[in-house]
């Protein structure tokens, strides 16, 4: 199991990696849902160190310095396939209906929030999508646990350490998990993300969606943002193993953006990833994740020149509908596209409906639901910066870089630690879903079965796509956006479909207040 196998990892990890400092991470991909009993001796006898195995999946990650031992791993008939991951690691970039009846409440502790925090007034986001009135409701139980899988967490920022689980948080980058402070965030990316989702209304600094819920840390993204697949593979059997109700994913998993079924290379691993991501499912783990700042239709790929994004020269390559975005192609992922604060059309005013950031990718069979991820260029703010999404971000460290001058907000009223940051993407607009589905856990949950899910993951979904806001397609874009052409197929963006369910915004805007009273979205 894997939390016996936590404790031998844990210690033996600096031994191995002693003697392994050079070499290359490798997924085993085995073709039955099991780890051999023989592995560990088998990948010591191709030339490997075993690191760790996860026998829910049939998946196990090793190192070796050998030339040959993928090779030599293949030949073992119980193997379906064997992938170096060097080189192979997605980067963070910031980028330049009618509802059905509603289930009745649940029996999990809940409370109302205030949202009286100093920043508050600095968050449009919260108000677009009305968190405030559903804090007057809940702000969130505090039985209900968050993951959020990104660089780690601050586990000292006075908005967010009451709300952290520590015995639930861990270090994935090695692709076993290391418990607790090991997750810390060196990049704040992570700890913004957080903040989103669960800052406290404690009076420091600004309120989260879900204030009241605990959130863990699965750090999977290094100090540089590269999130490599065998961190993601722990990731998500950490949060299933934890029985996690929620998870946020604002990272796309591989170096290559998009996965293609037909490549040999990609296969061991976004079969492993999806493997992963199915068994937190089943685990009653809700998975919410972005769609990408590429501003391209994932629906119809055509190329990917992005691909891979740690190596100085991308590959250029033509792609079809066989290649998906892991994790928010994955079947029952709720994916989710960005809105910045701007209303649609050329006129202040002329619609209700918020703009799809310029940057946000989208696609009719990829969008769930859409949220606030910022916009720097097409906003309603004299300051563009004020544009982007403010959040929580690490005080000190190597993180503090990451976050231009002009970005950086503090409250001075809270004293140290109390930092925050304007950032814009869709990372930004997934933990605000992320959040809501918390809200909608808080709200409807069942305590009795927790190790198979307080809620259902397809019940969580549904009801954030029942309760958004519907947006329409726009009639006309503000001068200037149609420049914004997909960064992969060079395509002008076109939003396809009708207002209850389209290519831009999915089923509409997540709707805090909705939620939490199961109100159908109307608009607005």
């Known amino acids: 199991m894997l939390r016996g196998l936590v404790v031998a990892a844990a210690a033996m990890l600096s031994l191995a990696f002693a003697s392994t400092a050079s070499a290359d991470s490798f997924v085993v ?23 760790v195995g996860y026998d829910q999946i049939g998946v196990a990650i090793a190192r070796s310095q050998s030339a040959s031992f993928a090779s030599k791993m293949s030949n073992d008939r119980r193997v379906e396939g064997v992938s170096s991951t060097a080189g192979f690691a997605s980067k963070l970039e910031e980028p330049s209906a009618e509802s059905a009846e509603g289930p009745p409440p649940g029996d999990l502790p809940n409370s109302p929030a205030s949202d009286t925090d100093p920043l508050f007034g600095f968050q449009w986001d919260m108000r677009q999508i009305h968190t405030p009135e559903a804090h007057a409701i809940t702000g969130g139980s505090p039985a209900v646990l968050v993951g959020d899988i990104d660089t780690g967490i601050d586990f000292n920022h006075p908005d967010l350490a009451q709300n952290i689980s520590t015995p639930d948080s861990a270090n994935c980058l090695t ?43 699965i750090k999977a993204g ?28 604002s990272y796309f998993a591989d170096p290559w953006e998009y996965n293609c079924h037909n490549d040999p290379v990609q296969q061991a691993i976004w079969k492993a990833e999806q493997r992963a991501i199915k068994y937190a499912q089943n685990q009653g783990v809700t998975v919410v994740a972005a769609a990408g700042n590429d501003s391209d239709d994932l629906s119809h790929p055509t190329m990917d020149v992005t691909s891979p994004d740690d190596q100085p020269v991308p590959e250029e390559r033509s792609i079809s509908n066989n290649c998906v975005v892991v994790p928010v192609e994955v079947s ?9 604060s701007r209303t649609q059309g050329t006129d202040a005013g002329q619609y209700e409906d918020n703009l799809k950031s310029f940057y946000s990718s989208y696609g009719v069979s990829a969008i769930d639901v859409t949220a606030p991820g910022g916009d720097s260029i097409f906003n ?6 004020e544009g982007r999404v403010l959040s929580t971000w690490p005080s000190s460290g190597p993180a503090v870089a990451q976050c231009l001058p002009a970005r950086r907000r503090d409250d001075p009223t809270s004293g140290p630690g109390a930092t925050y940051c304007y950032q814009q993407g869709t990372s930004m607009a997934s933990p605000h879903v992320a959040g809501v589905a918390a809200l909608i856990v808080s709200r ?52 396809q479909g009708g ?11 997540a709707d805090a207040f909705n939620a939490v009273t199961h109100t159908s979205g109307s608009g607005g």
């Open 29 to 51: 991909l085995y073709k039955g849902n099991a780890v051999p009993a023989s592995a560990s001796a088998d990948v010591q006898k191709a030339g490997g160190t075993y690191v």
């Open 380 to 385: 309603d703010f004299p300051d563009p910066v």
């Open 332 to 340: 029952g992922v709720v994916g989710v596209s960005a809105t910045g």
């Open 499 to 509: 207002p209850g369910h389209n290519s831009w915004y999915g089923n509409g805007q």
């Open 222 to 249: 290094n100090e540089e943002g590269f999130f490599f697949p065998e961190a993601v593979i722990c990731s998500f059997m950490w949060a299933g193993s934890h029985h996690m109700d929620v998870t946020n994913n």
């Open 444 to 495: 409807y949950g069942d305590a009795s079965n927790p190790q198979n899910g307080k809620m259902r993951p397809g019940q969580v979904s549904a009801l954030l796509s029942q309760t958004a806001d519907p947006q329409a397609c726009p009639e006309e874009l503000p001068e200037g956006y149609e420049e914004f052409t997909g960064e992969n197929s060079g395509a002008v963006q076109e939003c």
């Open 175 to 217: 692709g076993a998990p290391v418990p607790g402070v090991a997750a810390a965030d060196d990049n704040g990316h992570g700890t913004h993300t957080a903040g989103t989702i669960a800052a406290a209304a404690n009076g420091v600094g600004i309120v989260g969606v879900a204030p009241n819920v605990k959130i863990a840390a």
